[in-house]
């Protein structure tokens, strides 16, 4: 193309615009990034920090938001996108809730998860993701699902199990198929290990998408069939294959066989036509949410306990507490407990909100900004600019909650009658807040009271992986590096017999 000599000036105003914007970025002190101790570079800001700490990005983050006065960063480098992490209360209400319009999950994000959750309720915005919450909330909402959640439950590396366990419940609970990955791979039918496995794989990948310092590098490997998105392609047909199996034998069964049970496909069938796409990013979505996060919180919940002979022990007097009660009104020992019965738990509703505070199986959370803005705390937070609270660094924060902040303290939740006493949740983010508020909150905690009540009362479980704190890996669930070592003892009255 060539430049006339009227169109010299537009040329050259097109040209400088973008430094001009740069240098008013730059002299505006409202709008200048902040880093709080970190030393900034010229052009590529703090990058290099985040380079040299990304393997110990949880704990690097916390270290910040603990010495930064409003717990917040915000940081900027030439030609790449701006982004805040914050820890503070006000803005995380800010953002999920007050100003939620302005803080979707992006088109970026959207895109590097659409081939494995398609537009599915955590994959979309705005009116797509609207109708899906209005008609999932009303599914959640169900007493008769809380009942189904508890019939569910049943009851080495017990990091491994518990995931696969949470598997095996989170499939009877989305499309009521047990694929028994928590059974030894001779008894589990081996396209459902492989449903598991591909699911896995999934995640993998796209973890390694996001992970991507060149966020457009997936597009071009995926044209070239390069690893891992060739994993990726392999792992999406098994996992299609599969849901379209679901949906194939429930239609076959006739008018009524896709709506047959209390299963999710069986409720979202039920309320609408839904088109076999639609169907298929509920079972991916769904299984999503439930199967790592209930797992991690399990996790690092063993652990923390098992180095607290005193927390373990008050929530065994508590179990038995409960026990008792049932077997004066007949009920056996050792049945699963009952909705009723995992509800008076109040000491181990605060033990496992407590371990969730320390390690939040989602740790970070991130949306984008629409229209460029401040935070409550005066951030300045560009257009198009990446925002992410940690509710791992928040727990780690005094200002929050208090000089014991980093200790482990189930009663820090109760009331002076020992009553479970809820947070704000922008306090405490662990299942977000606002519009967007975890849906499976409820089923989560009884999934996990249910487990832990069943195990501690038939067994002792002791960390044998030595002195040290376990390496924590983000996945998107927060992982426990090396799994959780645990010797597994039979509880005989009060007798440990190992087993
Ligand atoms: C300890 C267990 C759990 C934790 C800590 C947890 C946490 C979260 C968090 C942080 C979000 C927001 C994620 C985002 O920004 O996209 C979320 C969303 C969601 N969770 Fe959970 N979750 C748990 C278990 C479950 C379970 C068992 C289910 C379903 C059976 C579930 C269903 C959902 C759904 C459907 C959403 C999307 C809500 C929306 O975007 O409107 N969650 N959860």
Redesign the pocket.
Known sequence: MEFSSSSTPLFLLLSVLPLLYFLYLRHDPKKQPRAHGLKSYPVVGTLPHFTKNKDRFLEFTAEIMKRSPTHTMSFKALGLTGGVITANPANVEYTLKTNFGNYP?GELAVSMLEDFLGHG??NSDGEQ?LWQ?KA?SYEFNKRSLRNFVVDTVRSEDVQSMLERFAFDN?CR?VFDEDPACLAEDSVASPHIAEFMRACNDAQNAILARFNSPIKSLWRVKRLFNIEPERRLREALATIHGYTDRIIRERRERGEDGLACGDDFLSRFAAGDRHSDESLHDVIT??VL??RE??AS?LTWFFWLVSGRPDVEGKILREIRAVRRGSSSNGVTSGAAFSLHELRDMHYLHAAITES?RLY???SL?TYVCKKEDFLPDGTFVGKGWQVTYCAYAMARVEDIWGADCEEFRPERWLDEAGVFRPESSFKY????GG???????E??YI??KSIVSCVFERFTLRYTGGEGHPGLITSLALRMEGGLPMQVLLTNRGQAVSC
């Open positions: 999950k309720i955590f993701w919450r999932a989170i609970l979505n769904l949410a439930g996060t209930t919180a969730m939040p199986p989602v959370d983010p662990v299942f977000h519009p967007r508020m975890c849906l499976g909150k089923i989560a999934q996990m």
